[in-house]
């Protein structure tokens, strides 16, 4: 026999022409659906490395071995003056892995739930959601490798430390944002993903993970630090390199454009999301 | 109150045509037309309602089930739904073949909105049903064609819900399993269930519905009695030997 249903009396759905997509209705829709958010963001997390087999250990392995890698190059053939270079380039990198990574992913996972927004009425952030979701997860495991170099360099804990969290939560509600934007217009326009890939390894080159911002002349260091991804990076490695909160030029440079990313890429979704159907 | 109210309901889709860049930024005239996929319809259903939609290739019914799902919004009018939806609309939506057959009943039941203790009570039973309690931990992709379809619909129909919307998919599996279907709509019926079911098969909507819709080119054509609509399709099939279809 069937199982009898949870009945909730009174679930009536009305759609209607020109019906708006409302910020709090598609946020009821998503915590209602949070059984479904919960399984998309453990299949990100546990699909991508069911097949290998050292399975989730890449999770931490990825940024280890990368690390390694930019650590000889950059250390040794180029040298650049920073007191432990690696921590300074690990604790770059990996927010720009988690920014780098989100975006691309967000686009990718909701052009291939297409089919499923075809059959299922889901929210349809929350594709972008999980992605984010699973994204910090993996950064959060990431900082493990860094841990431990932290401590086998001998660096001391600093409460100022404590304040990566906050760091990496505007660094997410950036990413959300721009992530949410991009994956709405690439369901319209799929070169959008190619576009963004392209931008990406040109970011990744001119913001400062790999080098120091004080390599550069003065009078192109404005430049650089028109490129918003500065801020995020810079934001996120200042706690744990230098040991210090980040400035309040630097935290309100980067709320600032943590908002402005978040509400773009709802104005977007808002738009455009409505008439996702013939285009999926 | 109706379970399902549909009202002047248009759907138009944007032209498909993909523009090359030239004529896009040309902007010049005679771009590809909108294609109208419903017009005007009208509907109420019942609750407890065995309710069948019939029409040819593109006559619009998979569109007019979407819409009552909430899945394509309307381009005019307004639908009403009252109750907990089922939306079968293709089995095995969202399955993941590295995902075992027990998680992908998990994730299929998240996708029709069901929680976690809910899928816990009711996944032995699902098992049970499928047949396939020997290979429901390993990945999917090791199932064949058949055992995903069994699996697919043993999670869709296990879920209990108030509005069933079924989109032919009676059209898969063998004769034992299109038995298996049938018994398991008639058993939603009897919960008191409404069903809308979608169809080319007129002898599974005369036996299943007792009210149905014939729609062609995106218009309501009859409306009524299951076996008259059945009927007045059929004549008009066999008055005409190629049906005019329409391309989506």
Redesign the interface.
């Known amino acids: ?8 009396e009174r ?7 020109g ?1 708006k997509t409302r910020f709090l209705q598609e946020w009821r829709e998503i915590l ?2 949070g ?2 958010l ?2 998309l963001v453990h ?1 990100d997390l546990t ?1 991508r490395y ?2 290998s087999i050292l399975g989730a250990l890449w999770t931490l392995l990825h940024p280890l071995l990368l690390t390694g890698i930019l650590v000889i190059v950059f250390s040794h053939i180029f040298r650049f003056d920073i007191e432990h270079y690696e921590i300074y380039l690990l604790s770059g990198l990996l927010p720009w892995t988690f920014f780098a990574q989100t975006t691309v992913s967000s686009m990718a996972a909701t052009a291939w ?1 297409g ?8 929210p349809k952030s929350i594709f972008t959601l999980s992605t984010t979701i699973s994204g910090l997860i993996n950064l959060a495991i990431s900082y493990l490798p860094l841990v431990g170099i932290m401590v086998i360099n001998g660096i001391k804990f600093k409460p100022a430390m404590l304040f990566l969290p906050v760091s990496v939560a505007i660094l997410a509600v950036f990413t959300f944002g721009l992530s949410l934007m991009l994956s709405t217009i690439s369901i319209y326009f799929v070169d959008v993903r190619e576009m963004f890939a392209v931008a990406l390894t040109a970011l990744m080159y001119l913001t400062p993970i790999i080098w120091p911002l004080k390599i550069v002349p003065p009078r192109f260091q404005q430049i650089i630090q028109a490129n918003p991804l500065y801020y995020f990076v810079e934001m996120v490695r200042i706690p744990l390199h230098a040991g210090i909160i980040p400035s309040a030029k630097l935290l309100t440079v980067a709320i600032v454009m943590a908002l402005a990313s978040f509400l773009f890429g709802w104005l977007t979704f808002r738009r455009m999301s ?2 996702f ?2 285009h999926l | 109150m109706s379970s399902i109210v549909c009202r002047d309901i248009s759907v138009t889709y944007p032209p498909q045509k993909a523009p090359s860049l030239k004529e896009w930024a040309l902007r010049r005239g005679n771009r590809a037309k909108p294609f109208q996929a419903l017009t005007d319809v009208n509907l109420t259903i019942e609750p407890g309602e065995a309710f069948g939609i019939v029409g040819g290739n593109g006559a619009g019914k998979s569109t007019l089930l979407r819409v009552i799902a909430g899945i394509i919004p309307p381009t005019r009018g307004e639908v009403i739904t009252r109750g907990v939806l089922a939306p079968i609309i293709e089995l095995g939506t969202g399955f993941d073949g590295e995902l075992s057959g027990r998680e992908n009943i998990f994730f299929n039941g998240s996708l029709l909105g069901r929680s976690r203790a809910f899928m816990r009570r009711c996944v032995e039973e699902i098992i049970d049903f499928s047949g396939l309690t020997e290979f429901i931990d390993a990945p999917l992709r090791t199932y064949s064609t058949g055992m995903v379809a069994r699996l697919a619909f043993a999670v869709a129909t296990t879920i209990d819900a108030e509005i069933v919307l079924l989109d032919e998919v009676l059209a898969v599996g063998d004769a034992s399993f299109y038995d298996r279907c049938e018994e398991r709509i008639r058993r939603f019926h009897q919960t008191g269930a409404t069903i809308v079911f979608v169809s080319h098969d007129l002898v599974s909507v005369r036996e299943l519905c007792t009210r149905a819709v014939w729609i062609d080119h995106g218009r309501v054509v009859t409306i009524g009695d299951a076996n008259e609509v059945a009927d007045a399709y059929e004549k008009r099939m066999h008055a005409l030997p190629a049906p005019a279809v329409a391309t989506v």
């Open positions: 026999m069937s199982i009898a249903l949870e009945r909730d679930v009536v759905h009305r759609y209607f022409a019906q209602q659906s059984h479904l919960y399984n299949r699909v069911k097949r739930n089919p499923l927004m075809k059959r299922v009425r889901v409505r008439g159907y013939p």
